[in-house]
């Protein structure tokens, strides 16, 4: 049982245009989300989190949404660019649990020319 | 520079072999891990351990062994009783709110 689904396996963009990349959680206990970025044969970078008190975040290119009441979350990559091309994975905590973070499958983003 | 190391990058071992994959981290984090990635399953958890000589097996222990003798180690040995072996090896560490991983090995069994 799934409780971060990433459902779109790929996704391709133009360069230079806005990649959307979405993740959904079944377990509204979960307070912080993570987004990370993982390039063939590394290991995940972290890219940009947000805490369940807000909505927003934003670090750059990188803006990640949260939408509480759907169990929904989306990183947006503007102006998408070619060394955007990697596997995001989303990932969901719990507060004051000594658990682990629990992760999604993962959308392999292409950045096209 | 601090960090994880992971050793080797790149491991073959014949079927019936245990192996073991080296982990080391000097940020001073309680918390270590190994994940497993497979192609479409993402990351999954095998083992991890929040402080020396205690650790706690993951979503998908069977066939693998751990130990946390020491804060900065937590090598992972792959046992001849894992069915399906062949797979990318993550070890992190973690302050409470974030994973840091180290660059992976990858296994393959011939």
């Known amino acids: 049982d799934q409780q971060v689904k990433q459902n779109s396996p790929s996704l391709s963009v133009q360069e230079g245009r806005i990649s959307i990349l979405n993740c959904d959680y079944t377990n509204s206990m979960f307070d912080y989300f993570l987004w990370y970025k993982k390039y063939p044969a590394e290991g995940p970078t972290f890219l940009i989190s947000?805490?369940?008190?807000?909505d927003k975040n934003e670090d750059g290119r990188f803006t990640v949404f949260l939408n509480k009441s759907a169990k929904h979350l989306s990183l947006h990559i503007v102006p998408s660019q070619p060394g955007d091309s990697a596997v995001y994975f989303c990932?969901?905590?719990?507060?004051?649990?000594?658990?682990?973070?629990?992760f999604g499958k993962g959308t392999r983003l292409h950045i096209l020319p | 520079d601090g960090g994880i190391t992971q050793s080797p990058k790149y491991l073959f071992r014949k079927e019936g072999q245990n192996v073991t994959l080296s982990c080391e981290q000097n940020l001073n984090h309680d918390a270590m891990y190994w994940y497993r990635q497979d192609p479409g399953q993402g990351l999954r958890l095998i083992y991890y351990?929040?402080?020396?000589?205690?650790?706690q097996k993951g979503d998908i222990a069977e066939g693998y062994s751990v130990s946390r003798e020491k804060k900065e180690s937590f090598p992972l040995t792959v046992t001849s009783a894992q069915k399906n072996p062949t797979a990318f090896y993550l070890c992190a560490s973690s302050t409470p709110r974030e994973l840091f991983f180290g660059e992976g090995s990858r296994l393959t069994v011939l």
């Open positions: 351990s929040q402080i020396v000589n205690d650790f």
């Open positions: 947000i805490s369940s008190i807000k």
């Open positions: 990932a969901a905590s719990l507060m004051n649990r000594d658990d682990k973070i629990i």
